[in-house]
């Protein structure tokens, strides 16, 4: 991991508002010609050109002056520019190396003083680490009795299923997250049971989070555009999950596993897990109230939950 000049501290003056625009296509392409760079589509990098939905993106995250923001993928920096004006400190992390130089570069010239750029895989950081490097005792001395933290990013599309479970598995102290995610993703992530979209990422989403779908975006408002459409998801954290289960391990290995093979039935889906085969799993399920006859994708999370702690007992 490579942290960017330790000249980027929390509070500072900004004098982004003259600053010309990222989202401005002449402007953006202007700088990536100065410095000799180019959007790598096999690596997610399709930036915002757009100027409204960014606003839009901003608004949904409600900054306030005393948030901590977290930007994953930054890219030139559109997204942490702008909401830096508004909150207390953003942590920029981009793998690029030199889009990493170009963001730092561009907050020294507009005197964006309360950004810091990381440049790192998010993959293989420390992202609790990372945030206390930087912020310390600010991740509570902020929060007033309230998480501090907030995720607003434009997501690599590659990376969100992986990056959602980091992030909610994970001890950072969330409140919530605005995602530029694929159309199809955000379709995932508020899938109901019974639904082909319906999967881990939607019982992940619903388990930690409140979910909305906001807006969807074209393809057309990125340079370069992706292959397909977005949409922007907000993500509420939820104190404790509506759901109560005696093994969160037991639980998530049972939902992995149905729908590692959802077009099986339960036992089918679940032979070999805690060690029990199918008769067995097929008893468990009966004496829960669950057709053994049923697939994965047609169980509630509280069905989930029932189960997990069925076996958990057993």
């Not at 920029?92 to 750029?117: P, Y």
């Not at 945030?131 to 990013?153: E, F, N, Q, T």
Request: contains cysteine; aromatic residues 8%.
């Amino acid at each position: 991991m490579v942290v960017q000049d330790d000249n980027i501290k929390k509070g500072g003056k900004n004098r982004t508002s003259n600053y010309p625009k990222i989202t401005s296509p002449i402007y953006l392409k202007k700088i990536l010609r100065e410095n000799n760079l180019r959007p790598h589509r096999n690596m997610g990098q399709h930036f915002l050109i757009d100027e409204n939905i960014l606003d839009k993106i901003i608004a949904a995250a409600s900054p306030e002056k005393d948030d901590l923001v977290l930007d994953i993928g930054a890219g030139p920096g559109a997204i942490s520019l702008a909401i830096a004006r508004k909150v207390a400190g953003v942590i920029a992390i981009e793998w690029d190396a030199g889009f990493a130089a170009l963001l730092t570069g561009l907050a020294l010239e507009g005197g964006v003083s309360n950004l810091r750029v990381v440049e790192g895989d998010v993959r293989r950081l420390e992202l609790e680490e990372v945030c206390s490097a930087h912020w310390g005792a600010d991740l509570v001395a902020y929060s007033g009795g309230r998480s501090p933290l907030k995720v607003v990013a434009n997501l690599p599309y590659y990376l969100t299923t992986p990056l959602l479970f980091k992030l909610l598995q994970g001890k950072l102290p969330l409140k919530l997250l605005v995602l530029m995610v694929q159309f199809e993703v955000a379709e995932r992530i508020l899938a109901h049971p019974g639904g082909k979209d319906y999967g881990v990422l939607s019982i992940l989403c619903r388990y930690y989070t409140e979910p909305r779908f906001l807006f969807k975006v074209s393809r057309n408002v990125f340079l370069p555009p992706p292959a397909v459409d977005s949409a922007v998801v907000l993500l509420h954290v939820l104190p404790v999950p509506p759901i109560t289960v005696l093994s969160e391990e037991m639980f998530w290995k049972i939902v992995r596993a149905v729908f590692q093979k959802r077009r099986k039935t339960l036992p089918n889906a679940l032979e070999g897990i805690a060690g029990l085969g199918k008769a067995e799993w097929q008893k468990i399920l009966e004496q829960a109230g669950i057709s053994p006859l049923r697939r994965g994708e047609t169980c509630t999370i509280e069905e989930f939950a029932s189960l997990s702690d069925m076996v958990y007992n057993k």
